[in-house]
């Protein structure tokens, strides 16, 4: 067979070779949050939204929860705003969360328009629409550092309407208190917390490291799954410190509360979401309940 | 009758005459373009929010569409960007357009939290969301003035999903253009394109005029029904001139492909949506067509 | 700002104070006992059809149940029957209960046309109807007075589909024994009976008292609230008695199998469905139980 | 085979006779007209229902229209009231027209009531019920005759809405006037006016006689099937007259628009819709189309 | 009356005498197990398929499963296959199977070509559609038999979609195991693994026998009526063998999983399922819980 | 990157590629005439299935009409029959029939067995049940060749039902004529007709030729795309003949009845189908409109 042909037969294989992936997550909620490099380098972007767009049209159903990337800091800057401190702790004053809002406001829209562009259809929404994230105020070590808040309920109806009327939600972590004030939530917890109110199947971080270390120092301790039992001894071991403390406090909250799994994966890899979901291709590190059935492929 | 009580029963009776004209505007759309003062001043804020609310509540569709109000000037003063000119008309740049999907993004939001503190299920989306508001670049005399467009098509189905969801939509006039760029939106017609697409009952326009006048110097010359043959005469022979032209027509326009009656009311009066919607008392001008069904009550 | 308006503003304002309650009640099933006097004088009765439609259409789905008033008493003497007595009971023969059941049918018909008439959709039906009300013999002191039964069951999918279609139902108290005979019930009896049978939101008597007191020849001891408990330990006590005991004890059955709130509603007031539900005046007494939410506006 | 078997043999083979038809009306619209001696006489009675209630139960929609049979008559006496009339024509008053629909009433919940004992379904209604039955007072010669309407709108939701609730749907023919006034209307112009507005399949009048006879004295000369232009020939010719004229008419009305056919049946017969409609055995006379599909088994 | 008057009214009354049958088994599914004589010879198959066509036509969900009669044999005969035996015990080899799978393909379409003759929409499938049968392999005696399974799950979705979408299915006892193997499966197990698993009302069994008889050898000792407790001890005390035992166990074993009756029926009378169902004549035995609700009419 | 993982992100990348045609075809339906030696060999049988099934679960709805392959051949053999002949014509007479519509059972249900293995919901229907094709019996120059029939009728609400309900239906060309008696349907014929009664999106045919040559004899001259007015020219200037023939007139024929495209596809040609779809590689030839939307990908 000439060459060109076997080109096009390799790319049907590959095709064919997603059929019980295809299959395996179809109707399946998966909550993707979205950060990083990955939000701030277009080619990375770019290669992020193929993938949940892919995601949505083979019948997955995917939402993607975001930050506000560098673009926060770099508006902070542009209004000359000076940043509060309280206790040497970064304060969110009422003047911060209006231009936060504005920001992340921005981005979510320019994530649906992306999504828009790829034929998909996507609304963006934000915590307030719908009443869908309720907040208390978090305190950092006893502090008041401003409108922060602790997601308190997620009121799930929303996102069932906007899933079930196909559209792709894309949501900015913003809440509000009893009181109707606005709050910054972190948008890793906004994540876990939605990706638990609805079942999501899965719940993918799109971070800048390659996954979780038994020795930060040592790449080749990468550990490529992790189940809730090991990953609560690594803690208490003292292994994992750090922004990834918190990170794996959500997914193992996550994973006991319904979410099937949780992927930690190395957003500067273009495509990584589409390779951890897929192929065999162990990207990054996945946390998963003790026992589980074996319904992965390729494992 | 004790005083008390009579003061709770002529409350009875309002409700009681507000009868025929929930049962007449039952689950009809009603296109609400929102700003000018009733948008600055919180005392009329609060009041819009209300009627809004209490139109959704007793079984009528309402749609907000808002401008930005003088939020998008001074944030443009905050940040520090010079205004851009070209033979004297304002351009919309890109880092303008960006600024202003910005405030846009925060007005809309604000305007969500406030309909949902009064229990009401609110969503805040701008024309990029599920592709609502496709346009074209705008031209000003021939000229080029950035990223302004002129709406070409209004994807209504996603109005129509979030209606059947029970939302109360609040839009940001935002759309884009077949390339994908984002461009502003004059808000009177996103509104005006909006309800001619989506047939809406009734589209009223919150604005800082009284209504129209046949003399704009004598206000003895207020007309409270306008009916298309008159609107068009009034043009013709050069009554109507500077902002009041393109809204005029705009209101034609409407009527002319399925609205039933447009209402330009004045903002500046508290309650004036209620004002026109539950009473006899004539509030601002209405437009309709020719010959109109006598359904109306108390004319 | 002219007095004319002014008056304007105020009934905008009464509409804006609704706004709770409407929410509140959004969707909620409110059983209204319809007699006494409100059903004899033609003011009164055009208040009462007013309230139900107007709570129809502002999104409650309220359900009359209704008595034959005095017209039964009326027409028994018209054809001439001599009313018949056992044991100085007064007791209801095959002939009696066949016109019973065609005045009560008359009566309820033109209940129906003035919902109608207002521009709700009503339809009126007897517990006939869908095998709503199935009933045994009810015996007084031991002693068969003929036709009167008690409520043993009732079918509630007939109010559902009526409900889901949209009908504002207008019922009469007639059930069918198990042999298909017909009977009389207590209007009191059938509408606690359907209100627990629908786990009613509200169930509202209209009397000819203003309420439950105390010491019944004292007005200042009105009860305006009374929980469960206490309506229990008042019966005990004797302090209530006459025909208020069985009404007492009905309200309490409803509480106790689902019902949220009871109302003894002074019938005589005009619109005192409204103001019980619209307003803060206290209108009669309300029963409830001992805990209740504090999810009731202007407490 | 022994003998009481070949009875049962013979009985399952009546019902496998009866295959075609059944199916052939499945989900189809049957409009009965209910009155005459099959109402009087309670062996006659309980036939029809049992017929009425097989229909509904193997899959057809029948709806029974029903008169008062002698029963009005009878409580005009009882009540001892004077028949009024005018120009020697028969008044229905204020007063009689009440007393009329109290009957009505009663007989519409009996027949209920009958329909319910056999497991099915029924709701009674009248058409004041949803505003189903819209009249326009109908003049006699010229003469006002008092409460007396004509059909002039048929609110056909209710039916669906009804039928599609699973109930036989039992109707008394009263209507409102545009002021909401109660007429009587003749049940014949009821059933008729009700089987055009739903498009019924089939519309049977209950009748006390044979059929339609060329020669009225010659019994031989019964009309078993007549179509449209044979029946207005018939009639121009003076072939028919008395009380059969506004019947006949009817029937050609109805043919015209939309039914499928019409029966004029022997009431008096028992069973005669089941074997008009499960036999070949020609009862009464059928009015059809002069062109018809040739869908009928038996003929 | 005329006597073929009077033949016309016996077969309505006829038809009235089903009314209680009807409207017990409304909506009730009923599964056919089709075998034996009333599969060979061409008179008895006319009236199971006429009988089984009436219960869906009057609104019973009637299910047939089939085996392959005296079919596979003469196939087997007709291609020249010799039959595989294995210690005496006969077996299902590879290419027996394939013929088998034809065999039973053809006998399915040809009742699905006589149900659509009557005008009833019927849709024949085997148990690898959608799924439907996953079977063990059978062992007998510990012995290897080939291509025979045990029904170990019945996927019953695919029968309420097909109920719902108003098929009458007809199912060929067909199977696959995990392996995707295509094996033969006992018609009388799949018709009671397909019963259980939907709850069926009734299981039906057409037989070559009288019923279940306490002496086989004497006909006087037919059981008209068997709980599961005599059922038990019967098969206990030795009184029931041969290829009768496997079938009392199926029948118990419905009983024990939700089949409300299970009818052993003699296949060689007309119309047996309709004397079962719709007379009082007791054909065969029926075996039912040791307490059932008394609903069944005529008994 | 190290070069496992290049390997990876191609596959992501062929599965971007995919984007927008798995967009362009969401929900559209695609009738696969599946037959040649596409069905002979196993490894290409294997091929076709994973294509039709990936096309599934991505969200297409395709449908496979099968032929018999060699396998009615070679069981006509097998059995020992004659092949009957008039007037040198091939004649299926009533045993032929018989056999022929064993083997096509036997292929059905071969091919659910491979879908369902592949774990997607799959059922075997024939064009009778629910009565799917009516057919006329098919002259073959004059002469009676037996029960082969001409589609006259497609009942398309099965299809839509079983589309409904998520199967994949697979279908045998077998019909029924007015009397019931069964006939079989040449394969490309019963594709043809089913693709025009449900408005397929396309219609593939796998064949054994590479596709439409100008000049059969010379390889260079295969049609890559053809319109119909070029087609009809080609037909009446004698460059197509043979097999071709109807084929082609097959095609236009299905092009004029509502089908967006029809694929004469090289079915030896592994993954023809994704080739087809899913890239911009040319296979076969592709007959279309004249004048056509120009929205097909990569062309």
Known sequence: MEKAMQKYLDKAEVLIEALPYIQRFNRKIIVVKYGGSAMVDEE??????????LLKLVGFKPIIVHGGGKEISKWVGKVGMEPQFINGLRVT????????EMVLGKVNKSLVQLVEQLGVRAIGISGKDGGLLKVDKKLADG?????????????????????????????????????????????????CAIAKAINAEKLAFLTDIEGVYKDPKDPSTLIS???????????????????????????????????????????RIPHCLLLEIFTNKGIGTAIKNDIEERYYYGE
């Open 44 to 53: 990375l972007k770019a290669r992020v939204i193929q993938d949940v767009t």
């Open 93 to 100: 004053d009422a003047e911060t969360m209006e231009l936060a």
């Open 143 to 191: 502090e008041d550092i401003g409108f922060v808040g602790d997601v308190k309920e997620v009121n799930a109806d929303i996102i069932y309407d906007l899933l079930e009327k196909d559209f792709l939600p894309i949501i900015a972590p913003i809440g509000l208190d009893d009181d109707y004030n606005t709050y910054n939530i972190n948008a890793d917890d906004a994540a």
């Open 225 to 267: 799954e992790l189940n809730v039992s090991d990953g609560k001894k690594l803690m208490e071991e003292g292994y994992i410190g750090g922004g990834m403390l918190p990170k794996i406090q959500n997914c193992i909250d996550a994973i006991e509360n319904g979410v099937s799994r949780v992927h930690i994966l190395d957003g």
